[in-house]
């Protein structure tokens, strides 16, 4: 069975930092290319930040771009959101997903709310 859980999520003050983490069983983690998506209530799944399989290359959002770092230690099947600088616009569910050509898996999601 495989699994993706997050977690590291919680309440920070705006300008603060959180940083998530997303551990990966029952697939060959180092196969597959790894992504943070988050959803706001009312608003669509975006994706956050991807990187690959081999951790070479990374994308994000323009929004988070400067602010936000995605990495990953295949040696742990982990995959981290490094979250700096922190607004109430980021507040959001934060969801892990894997994927390999046409295979995809999510997560369960974490909660990230930004608030004085």
């Known amino acids: 069975q495989v699994q993706l859980v997050e977690s590291g999520g919680g309440l920070v003050q705006p300008g603060g930092s959180l940083r998530l983490s997303c551990a990966g069983s029952g697939l060959t983690f180092s196969r597959y290319a790894m992504g943070w998506y988050r959803q706001a209530p009312g608003k669509e799944r975006d994706l956050v930040a991807g990187?690959?399989?081999?951790?070479?290359?990374?994308n994000y959002s323009d929004s988070v771009k400067g602010r936000f770092t995605i990495s990953r230690d295949n040696a742990k099947n982990t995959v981290y959101l490094q979250m700096n600088s922190l607004s109430p616009e980021d507040t959001a569910v934060y969801y892990c997903h894997a994927r390999l050509f046409r295979i995809n898996y999510w997560g369960q999601g974490t909660q990230v709310t930004v608030s004085s």
């Open positions: 990187i690959t399989s081999d951790g070479i290359s990374t």
